[in-house]
Each structure stands twice: as C-alpha cells, then as structure tokens.
C-alpha cells in the first residue's frame, strides 16, 4: 500500500469513529433487508422517512439484497447461521418463512399481531406464515399465477373461459384449429427445470383436486391422481396443445411469446398484464384474465423480524408501518406489486383470483423438496419417464433427505 | 554446517509454507472427510454420525450416476474439440502475416469474459423464437426451431459448444506461444527433405507441441470435470438433468438445500476423481516422456 492510499484509510477511519460519536446515546438504529423494487420510482425510501418522522428516535437504514433468489436465500443464511446477522427486519420470499421459523432466526410475532388485524389479509399469505400454530412474519405484498387468455380469439369460438385443465386443452386446440397458424401455440407456461416447473406442476394437480403434500404433512397423499395430473402436462406437448419451447421456457420467455400475439393461453405472473396493455403491444386490449382451475400458486413477500435483535419493539413498529394498508397502497402505486388485503384490491375480478390462491406446501424442507423434484418433474414432461415413475423416483429421494 | 543443521534449518524455512498449506488444505479436506460422514443440516440443528451411509445412497442414486456419466461425457466431447480447434486456430495464425495482433486479441475475448456473461449470451443466442441460432437454421430449413436448452438430446451439445467457444483460445493461446518460439530453420529443413505440409505437421508441429498439449489437456480436463458455471446459467442442470454435472450435483446438496453432509460426501467423491485424474496423467506423461 502507497503512503497516500494508508493515509485515505486513516481519515476514513477517523471520520466513521467521529460519525459514530455523534450519534446520539438513546438513538435506535434499524436496518431493513429488502430485494430491489423492480421499475424506476422505487417508494421505500420515502416510506422510510414516514416511519422516522413517527418515531423519533428511530433511525432505520435499508439494504438491497443480491439480484436473485438463489442467491439471496444463500445471502440470509450465511449471516442468519453466523448469529451477528447485521439487519432486524428482513423481506422474505413466502417460500422461505416455514424454513427461517423452523432454524430459530426469526421473532415469534404471534403475540403481538392482534388476531383482528390477520383476518385483513388474504389468508393464504397468512398460512404461509404459519407453523407449528405460530405466526412468523407479516404479509407484506402478494402475487397469483393467473390464467391470460386470448378475449378476442375465444369471443370468436363462442367460449367462456375455462374451468378445468382438460377443457383448457380442448379450447386450446379448438381455437388453434380455426387459426390455422402454425406459430400460434395453445397454452404457454414454464417447463423449465427449476421452481417455477414445481409451481406449475402444483397448480395442475390443484386443478385435478389434489396435492403434493397433504392436510396430515405427508408427502403425495393420492399418487395416482398426482400422476395423471402430471401426465396431462406431458399430454399437452405430445397433442402439440403447448409448444416443445414450452420444456425450457421460464416467465419471461413465454410471457414475450404471448406478448408477440403467439399464444391462446398463459400460465404466468401478474406483472405480465401491465406489459401486455403497454403502448405498442400487439395484444393490447385482446387479453382476458382468469383465475387457474383449481387456484393460482402464491407468490410474494413477508416482513418478519430477525430473533438476534436488540430492537424488537422497534422492529415490529418498522414491520406494521411496512405493512399498513397506506405503504401497501403506495407500493402498489409507485412499482405495482399487490397488496395482500383484499380491501386494497380494486379490481373485483382479481380480488376473487387472489383470494383464491394456494400456498406452495408449507414445510421447513421446502428447498429440498422443490430441489428434488425439478428433474424428475422435468423428465416427466419430456416424456423420459412416465410420470408415475417420476414422483415414485423423486419419493424415494426425499425420503433419505426427509428421514426423520 | 552439519547435514543434521542443514535439514533443521530447512524445516525452518519450510514451516511458513507448510503451516499455510495446513490451514487452506489439509484442514478443510479433514474436515469435509469428516462431514460426509454426517447427516448434518446446521440450520435445524441436525447432526447424526451415520457412518458411509451418504456413500452408499450416492452408490445406489440414479441421479448421481447420471451427474457422473454428464460429467464425463463433457470432458471427453468438450476437451477433445477444445484441442483439436486450439491447434488449428494456433497453426493458422502462425501462418498468417499481417494482423497478428488483431486476430490475437479477437481470438483472446471469448476467454475473457466471466462465465455468467458467455452464459448469458448463449441463452440469447439458443432463444427458441428470436435467437441467432434458430434465425440461421430457419435459412436452410424454413420449419425447424429446433429447441436447443429444452431438447434433452440436444441441451448437452449446446452447453458443450459454448464452451468450446469460450476456451479454446486459451488453448490456441498456449500452443502460439510453443509455436513463435520453433526455430524457421526446422522447417525449411524439413522442406529441404521434402516434406508435404501434411508430413510436416504430423512429424515435426505435433511432436513439438506435445509437452503443451500435455499440459493444457491436464488443466482443461480438471476444469472441465469441475465444470459448473455454463450450465448453472443456461440450464439449471435440465432438462430432466441431462445437464447436471457433479459440481451442480453437489451444489444442490450443499448450497441450495443445506445438507452439509450429504452435500460434502458428493463434494468429496468430486475431489478424489479429480486427484485421481491429475495422478493417472502424471503418472502416464511421466513414464513416457522417461522412455
């Protein structure tokens, strides 16, 4: 190191010593773990501020989190296991509450939401913030898969849309038929190994009226109706109702072949609607939403609070302002992510396709469970192995993991 | 001085060295050793002694065997054209004479860029509906859209050829430098003899390029067995986890699902096929080269 550049390090030193004596002895200090707000006017910062202006006293500083979810998971375990976790109040993926609770990370909230205030969000949020009878995190904002369809070219067959997956296919294929465009793909929806297969796959055997994981916790209650609904997603490549792109895609790529005017159905997230009816889009105003048969997956974010922190009363205050009806509504405003009260929700029609959503199953194994299934789920729909033999295979492996 | 106070001294000297390699190695090896013989999940608070029962359920995992054979089948396909197009692109610049600076920084880029980068522009250029790759087969066949990450007889050839494309200048890249430093007057006694460009290569540029090619088929293969970056980014490991190397496998384990120990015994199988490697490749480019 050059004299000069030791000299920068001592000043800087000797500036963040001086900082910290300023600050005052009774101050409490927050910090708040969030992932970037997608879109430009990002409204953390001025929400922020309300919260400090209501609490004097309390200053809190946020920090993005890593771009993706792999490596934010990883980001909150590392310094989540290493007990000097460095924040209080964290975002979490819905998917991650049961897995956080269970590891002892994160602040019993139970006691301190008030049983009232609950009944105010969607209850699948809820759920995904309970085990073992105890709350873990608050409802912070919310997403659904939901079912796009083409208004325009269902209006012209006479067909409402549909309410099963076995009629989706059917009017898929009917509408293709009448098309007679090679390019125009029935259903789009994300094939790919990796989480968003898992929740597809979920949302198919919802539609066909069972689950993964049942009521009891145990794993693939009714294995044959799990198969025949995984089974008819293959079906809908080998018919050629979804395209072979359909086995690498994730939401992007199929929400810009839908986009592009090349589907009749799409499986996907909320966000894609605002994109379709954006100036310039080939779809715009041709595209209907629906709820999926047998309940969209949830997606979305909690708030909870980190167990290690020296500020729980503080924290919980952060958390309840974060997640009041106003901020929800500012976010909702300022990047579009919804919010997780119905009261909030605007549009009737959506409001009852949210109130409909599922939570993925709701255990601490969660990871391993998705991890172990992907490539078998995969091989399913490629047709590799049958699908009984899929989830037979993926059980198998579970049940080293899993073993109690 | 005694031999006996040469060899304490040496010691001395050594111990720095010798105490680092403690640390960053042996240590860790010990410890991941003693890991894989664990069923340890930290964040629950799981830690049971289960003896080899990791290994045995990596013996009888169909999804091991399969990392094992992508893995392979990797190395060998990927390796072998990275070496063959090494040495053509090294050749061919040799003999060109103008440019060489140009099409040496041309050649470098591939290799320099991250891993997630080349990964990302692959995935561009395999898009089903608006890559360049279906662009340029939608010219000789107007129909086909072949579907390249999503076909699981033809994700493993796509992930192979980007990494062809982003290695093989590292090769040519050795080979050049072997290549400037051949003396011009082996060749042109070689065309004195009269030899034919095809004698001349087979009989004088290989055997003078085979102590580089040795060496860098050892760090290419050892990469290549460690390969995870590519197919983190395009693939996941997927389709069906035709895909899905070693590395990833063990990934998987340890990153994403926090089964320390399951996840350390893969990572061990991993390391000893590695050391196994370097050893069998010592051992036999040793015993050659003595003869």
Same mark, same amino acid.
């Given at each position: 190191m050059t004299a000069r550049r030791a000299w920068i390090v001592v000043v800087l030193a000797a500036l963040a010593v001086a900082g910290c004596a300023e600050r005052r002895a009774d101050e409490v200090r927050l910090v708040f773990r969030h992932s970037r707000m997608p879109g430009e006017r990002d409204p953390l910062p001025a929400l922020l501020r309300d919260f400090e202006r209501r609490h004097p006293g309390i200053v809190v500083a946020h920090e993005p989190l890593p771009w993706t979810a792999d490596v934010q998971h990883q980001f909150y375990v590392i310094n989540l296991e290493g007990r000097s976790? *460095?924040? +209080?109040v964290l975002m979490l993926d819905v998917i991650w509450t049961a897995e956080f609770a269970r590891a002892g990370w994160l602040l019993d909230v139970t006691d301190r939401w008030p049983a009232a205030e609950r009944g105010e969000h969607f209850p699948s949020m809820v759920e995904a913030a309970t085990l073992g009878d105890r709350l873990w995190a608050v409802p912070w904002v919310m997403n659904v898969g939901l079912l796009y369809f083409r208004a325009d070219l269902l209006g012209r067959q006479g067909l409402a849309p549909p309410t099963s997956y076995a009629a989706l296919a059917e009017q898929a294929a009917a509408v293709m038929r009448a098309a007679g465009e090679p390019r125009l793909a029935g259903f789009l929806w994300q094939g790919k190994q990796y989480e968003g297969l898992v929740v597809n796959v979920l949302e198919a055997m919802w539609g066909e009226g069972? +689950? !993964?994981? *049942? /009521? +009891? *916790? /145990? !794993? !693939? &209650? #009714?294995p044959a109706r799990a198969a025949a609904a995984l089974a008819r997603r293959r079906a809908l490549l080998t018919r050629g109702i979804s395209p072979p792109l359909v086995t690498a895609a994730d939401e992007e790529l199929t929400r810009r072949e839908f986009g592009a005017g090349r589907g009749v159905f799409l499986r996907n997230w909320p966000y894609a609607r605002a994109l379709f009816e954006a100036g310039g889009s080939p779809v715009a105003g041709r595209v209907g939403v629906a709820a999926l048969p047998g309940g969209g997956a949830l997606g979305g974010a909690h708030l909870a609070i980190h167990a290690g922190t020296r500020h729980p009363d503080a924290a919980w205050a952060l958390v309840r302002h974060l997640a009041s009806p106003d901020a929800q509504r500012a976010i909702a405003d300022a990047v @579009? !992510?919804? &919010?997780?009260? &119905?009261?909030?929700? +605007?549009d009737a029609a959506l409001r009852a396709i949210f109130a409909g959503a599922r939570p993925r199953p709701v255990t601490p194994w969660y990871q391993t469970l998705s991890a172990t299934l992907q490539p078998e789920l995969s091989a399913a729909i490629l047709g590799l192995k049958p699908a009984g033999q899929a989830l037979a295979d993926a059980e198998r492996r579970l049940a080293y993991f899993l073993r109690p | 001085m005694t031999a006996r106070g040469d060899r304490r001294l040496a010691w001395v000297l050594l111990a720095p060295a010798l105490s680092v390699l403690a640390v960053v190695t042996v240590y860790p090896i010990v410890r991941v050793i003693a890991l894989s013989l664990e069923r340890r999940v930290p964040i629950f608070g799981i830690a049971d002694f289960v003896g080899l029962a990791n290994y045995a359920f990596l013996a009888r995992d169909g999804a091991f065997w399969g990392a094992m054979r992508v893995t392979a089948l990797f190395t060998v396909v990927s390796v072998a054209a990275e070496l063959v197009l090494g040495v053509a692109a090294a050749v061919a610049l040799r003999a060109q004479r103008r440019g060489v600076a140009i099409s040496l920084s041309l050649l470098l880029l591939p290799w320099c860029l991250p891993g997630v980068v080349t990964g990302r522009i692959f995935e561009w250029i395999y898009h089903p509906s608006a890559g360049l790759m279906n662009r340029l087969v939608a010219v000789v066949v107007a129909s086909a859209q072949p579907n390249w990450l999503g076909d699981p007889r033809l994700a493993l050839p796509a992930v192979i050829a980007a990494d062809v494309w982003r290695t093989t200048p590292f090769i040519a890249l050795l080979v050049y430098a072997r290549l400037v430093g051949v003396p011009a007057a082996v060749y042109e006694a070689a065309a004195v003899d009269g030899a034919g460009r095809g004698a001349t290569f087979w009989r004088i540029t290989l055997p003078l390029l085979r102590p580089v090619l040795l060496v860098a088929l050892l760090f290419r293969t050892l990469d290549a067995v460690r390969a995870f970056d590519l197919m983190f980014i395009l693939t996941g490991g997927g389709p069906? @986890?035709?895909? #899905?190397?070693l590395t990833l496998y063990a990934y998987r384990s340890l990153f994403q699902t926090l089964q320390l120990g399951f996840g350390s015994a893969s990572a061990v199988v991993v390391g000893a096929l590695v050391v196994a490697l370097a050893w069998g490749h010592l051992a036999a480019t040793g015993e050659r080269d003595a003869v």
């Open positions: 976790a *460095g924040f +209080d069972t +689950d !993964l994981v *049942g /009521r +009891d *916790g /145990r !794993l !693939l &209650p #009714e @579009g !992510l919804h &919010p997780t009260r &119905p009261a909030l929700v +605007d | 069906a @986890g035709v895909t #899905e190397t």
